[in-house]
Every structure is written in C-alpha cells, then in structure tokens.
C-alpha cells in the first residue's frame, strides 16, 4: 500500500507564480519528512526537509508547511523560475531507519518563463 | 569528489537474461541503498547494505533479485531471468555513517524487450 500519497501530478505555473504540492501519509510513526527534486536523466536531490515539531520551514524560495493532526505537509516554491521545472517528491520515514524512505508519486512542476 | 556513479546509465536485456547494475557510492561512504522506480511512481525501497552485509532487504522481490557489496569493489544489483515488469529505473544512494545526508546516482534504466 501507499504510504505518502502526493498531488497534484503535474502542474504549470507562470513565472513568479508559487506551485504547491500536497502530501499526506498513513504511519503516525514517520518523523522525518524529505523533499527530493529531480531533473531528467538525473537521481533525486534533497531539498528540504522538516520534522513533525515544526511547522514551517523555509530554506531560501522553498518552504515546508507541516501539520501534524491532519498528517498532511506541503511545499511551495515562492517566485518560482524556469529553472525550477523539476519533479518533486514528497518522502518520509523513520529518522531511525532514514534509509527507508517512502516516497509519493512525485508532480511535475513546470513553470514558464 | 565524484557523486555517486551508476552504470549502465541505460540497459536493454531480453526476457530471461540477466541484468547487472553497478554502484559505486561516493569516496568515503559505506552505506548503499537501492531503489526502483517504476514509470509514473516514486521510488521504492529494495535493499540496505553496509561493506559486506545486506542489513535490510525488505523491499526485494524474494526471487531473481540479489545484491551484494563486495569488500572491494562496486555493489551490484543482480536481476536474473529479466521479465518485462522489471522494465524501470533503479537508483542506488550512498551515505556516511550516522544522521548524514544520502546521495543518489543518476539511476540505471533497464528496458526488458
């Protein structure tokens, strides 16, 4: 079964405008909640990551919102340019087995310039 | 300091042959995990190895799928009597010792024709 289940699959945005990606998961016991993104013919790359005591986290146009009771987290990317037409996947685990990551479906973020 | 390398970047075999796919993780790192990606997917977890031993082999179909990580040498994902539903990208990631970061390679895309 799917344990993190990522939407929408794709999106488009203009330049400058902020594409948001929603994730939710199952097991109340993951902790660690990464962001990967990947660039064709490229492995994923961290991102971004947050844990479940914080509820936001930005690191420079990419931010992180977390909400613990509802299990859901999300990413924005603020003032989004070309060169962030990624794939982006959700992921999360136990900080104790961190190699163990589940991922979601990913969405395709394009934006035009 | 080269990233993780993979290779083949691309692999064709036919019904019943076997695959190989190599990883050599980065200089320094002794922890490889492997992960596959199915068309329209996000990873799955397969295996976990440290230099020598497999510490979690979970998500690894129970047949015609072995890894190993030699002492020397790069860990290699071993897929015999290859079947279409094999067809994906498989990407190997490498990590020091305790909480530091994974790297992924750039994946092994293997066609099963």
């Known amino acids: 079964q799917q344990q993190v289940k990522q939407s929408p699959q794709s999106l488009i945005v203009q330049k400058g405008g902020i594409p948001i990606i929603n994730c939710a998961y199952e097991?109340?016991?993951?902790?660690?909640f990464p962001w990967y993104q990947q660039f064709p013919g490229k492995g994923p790359a961290l991102l971004i990551a947050i844990r479940p005591d914080v509820s936001e986290k930005k690191e420079g146009r990419f931010t992180i919102s977390f909400n613990k009771s509802a299990k859901q987290f999300s990413l924005h990317i603020m003032d989004s340019q070309p060169g962030d037409s990624a794939t982006y996947f959700c992921a999360a685990t136990l900080s104790s087995n961190d190699y163990k990551l589940s991922f979601g479906a990913g969405t395709t973020v394009t934006v035009r310039a | 300091n080269a990233g993780v390398m993979q290779n083949p970047r691309h692999l064709v075999r036919r019904r019943g042959q076997e695959a190989r796919l190599r990883c050599s993780p980065m200089?320094?790192?002794?922890?490889v995990y492997w992960y596959r990606q199915l068309p329209e997917e996000g990873l799955k977890f397969m295996v976990y190895?440290?230099?020598?031993?497999?510490?979690?082999e979970s998500g690894m179909p129970k047949e015609r799928f072995s890894a190993e990580f030699p002492k020397e040498g790069p860990s290699i994902l071993r897929i015999q009597q290859v079947v279409r539903g094999d067809s994906a990208a498989y990407f190997c990631a490498s990590k020091a010792g305790g909480n530091t970061e994974a790297f992924f390679g750039q994946g092994t895309r293997l066609t099963v024709v």
């Open positions: 200089k320094g790192h002794s922890h």
């Open positions: 097991n109340t016991a993951f902790d660690y």
């Open positions: 190895l440290q230099k020598e031993n497999i510490i979690d």
